[in-house]
C-alpha cells in the first residue's frame, strides 16, 4: 500500500487530528497533545505537506457573510461518459467559481455539484450558461439547500477512529 516515504504512523494521525480543525494551533501544542517535541511536530507537519496528505491550508469563509446566501446540490446526468467527455467536464467545472465542489459519482447522476450564488436569478443564469449551455449535459437536477447544518472538509481522524486503525 505504502513505502516508508508515504506511511502515515500513530503519531501522524494524531497530529493531523488536531491540526486539521485549527492550522493557527502552535506546534507546541501539538505536541504536549501528543507526546512529541515541538520540533518533531513540526518536522512531521512539513513531511505531510511534502508528501500530499494536507494538501493546502485555507479559511473556510461563511458563503451567506459575503453575499452568497443560496447554496444548491445539483446532479447531473451526461449524455455521453468517454474519457475526453469526463475530462472536458471536470475541466469547465473546475473553471467556474461558482462551483465550490464537484464529484464525479456513482449512481443515476455523473456528477454532483454544489453551487454558491447570490440569488435564484443567478442560479437560472449558472445553470442556462454552464449547464443548458452544454450539449453533452443530458439533463439535471437541482436541490435548494435550506440551511448548511455541516459543512467542512475535516476528515474523521477523532482519537476512537486512531485507535481503531491499530
Known amino acids: 500500500m505504502h ?26 501544542a501539538i505536541a504536549e497533545a501528543v507526546g512529541l517535541s515541538t520540533a518533531a ?4 507537519l512539513k513531511r505531510l505537506r511534502e508528501i500530499g496528505v494536507i494538501r493546502r491550508e485555507v479559511a473556510e469563509i461563511e458563503p451567506r457573510t459575503v453575499g452568497l446566501p443560496v447554496t444548491c446540490v445539483v446532479a447531473v446526468d451526461l449524455d455521453r461518459e468517454r474519457a475526453v467527455d469526463l475530462d ?9 467559481p461558482e462551483v465550490q465542489q464537484c464529484y464525479y459519482v ?10 454558491l450564488v447570490k440569488s435564484m436569478e443567478d442560479y437560472d443564469a449558472f445553470a442556462r450558461r454552464a449547464l443548458l449551455g452544454d450539449d453533452n449535459v443530458k439533463s ?22 486512531v485507535a481503531r486503525r491499530r
Not at 439535471?140 to 477512529?161: C, H, I, Q, S, Y
Open 88 to 96: 472536458r467536464f471536470k475541466r469547465r467545472m473546475i473553471a467556474l
Open 140 to 161: 439535471f437536477v437541482t436541490t435548494v439547500v435550506m440551511d448548511r447544518v455541516k459543512t467542512g472538509v475535516t476528515v474523521p481522524l477523532d482519537e476512537p477512529a
Open 3 to 28: 513505502n516508508d516515504d508515504t506511511a502515515l504512523d500513530d503519531f501522524d494521525l494524531r497530529i493531523l487530528a488536531r491540526y486539521q480543525h485549527d492550522t493557527q494551533v502552535p506546534a507546541r
Open 106 to 115: 456513482t449512481g443515476q447522476a455523473d456528477f454532483l455539484l454544489i453551487v
Open 41 to 44: 511536530v513540526q518536522r512531521r
